[in-house]
């Protein structure tokens, strides 16, 4: 499986944006697909993460309300809508895909892709 995230960018505190992981490679609706975000010098954390056999999700704390992840009907992308942006939002977001696991442990995961930065202005 190869993924590929795009759509970061600089934006302002309070604004939207989405970003996406776009997958190929191998049959993708067996997976599960997590958002991570690493910020300078500190340790990546979970955003959030889609099951795709049930379309259910789950958000890290410190997103929940303000972020969505979703996929569209028969697209291989996973998008993650991020709205009410704060400046400590800004990380190199990263997506990945878990063949056997829907969790917030970034080592249950297979396959990464090479991350979109979003920064936020205050």
């Known amino acids: 499986v190869q993924l590929q995230a795009s759509g970061g960018g600089l934006v302002q505190a309070g604004a939207s944006l989405r970003v996406s992981c776009a997958a190929s490679?191998?049959?993708?609706?067996?997976?599960?697909i997590g958002w991570f975000r690493q910020a300078p010098e500190k340790e990546r954390e979970f955003v959030g993460a889609?099951?795709?056999?049930?379309?259910?999700?789950m958000y890290g704390d410190s997103v929940k309300g303000r972020f969505t992840i979703f996929r569209e009907n028969g697209r291989n992308t996973v998008f993650l809508q991020m709205h009410s942006l704060k400046p400590e939002d800004t990380a190199v977001y990263y997506c990945?895909?878990?063949?056997?696991?829907?969790?917030?442990?970034?080592?249950?995961?297979?396959?990464w892709g090479q991350g979109t930065l979003v920064t936020v202005s205050s």
């Open positions: 889609l099951n795709l056999s049930n379309g259910f999700a």
């Open positions: 490679g191998r049959t993708f609706v067996r997976y599960a």
């Open positions: 990945a895909a878990s063949i056997n696991s829907w969790s917030r442990q970034g080592t249950m995961y297979d396959y």
